[in-house]
């Protein structure tokens, strides 16, 4: 079969991309193409007309499976600034899901009962977007230092390199201006449908709870018998999915207490987190155990449980 002209321009715009990831010499950023290899994400062109985003990488699909595809709806590869950016945004998210168990510990999978309690699911997904835009800004301020020319096509899309570069010299500590770099980037304004009065934290966080009920949902109508688990995040979750790529964009060693918690999450949000919680039965979610301690309970280390789940398994049941 022919290929389309949009797989042609994917597939130039792929070595063009990978030519520049090669370029970088900063050490922090180095061995982005090769991570990428390693982790099996596949690279999909799925247009769907009547989607406006211009797709993603895939978590759990629909099946409750690990999906661990990116679908590229309608991004725009004849532009390579552009493309490049989020290109590698989404690469971090695969490599996000490489390193994290928390990512995992989602009513969407399938195998997992041991699952993160509502806040901190949103708490995962706001942590998970925030690294990937810290990363991209610093993988896009590598690629312009070995690339120049091309500084004004990179800042087409995402937070400027000028920023990044007068954040790293006020700083002079990477972790500390990736923090701020990650905050900055969900602070910003959202261009959504409904959300022209709010951030881009809010929408992220609006998501993450509708994935999170839906998929409640669903496991309670397919009768689910295996008990679950709930789970608190640990500082060790965080760090885990800080440092998928380069250096920890949450604090190292110590987390950054904003990253802790939601941040400024609305009154409306908490009220809804609260709901659920109450209506699975989670009385204190602060008061539950941490997903290590809860995969510890059945003879199990986030680095085995990221291992069966990465390859669809299930966990042993628990230990009484
Ligand atoms: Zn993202």
Known sequence: MAKSQHQKNFETACVAINQLWDSITMADVTGLRAAFEKSGCGEKIRIDKTRTDLGGFSLYGLD?????????????????????????????????????????????????????????????????????????????????????????????????????????????????????????????????????????????????????????????????????????????????????????TFGSPDIYPAFQELLSPSAELLTEIAGLSEALDITDDRALPTLSEALTGRGQTPQSALTLWRANSALPPALN
């Open 64 to 248: 409750q499976r690990f999906d661990n595809n990116i679908y590229y709806n309608r991004l725009r590869f004849d532009d390579t600034g552009f493309a490049f950016v989020r290109r590698t945004h989404e690469i971090i998210h695969a490599l996000q899901a490489q390193s994290s168990v928390a990512l995992h510990a989602n009513p969407g999978n399938k195998n997992a009962d041991i699952i993160l309690c509502p806040r901190d699911y949103l708490l995962i997904r706001e942590l998970a977007e925030e690294d990937a835009r810290a990363k991209e800004t610093l993988v896009k301020y590598a690629a312009a230092q070995a690339n120049p020319h091309l500084t004004t096509a990179f800042n087409s899309t995402g937070l400027s390199i000028k920023d990044f570069e007068t954040a790293l010299s006020i700083h002079k500590n990477m972790s500390m201006t990736l923090a701020v770099t990650a905050i900055s980037a969900l602070n910003t304004g959202c261009a959504e449908d409904g959300y022209e009065q709010k951030t881009l934290r809010d929408y992220y966080a609006d998501m993450a709870f509708f994935d999170y009920y839906q998929n409640i949902a669903r496991r309670q109508n397919e009768a689910d018998e295996h008990p679950v688990q709930f789970v608190r995040l640990g500082d060790e979750d965080i760090y885990d999915l800080g440092t998928a790529f380069g250096p920890c």
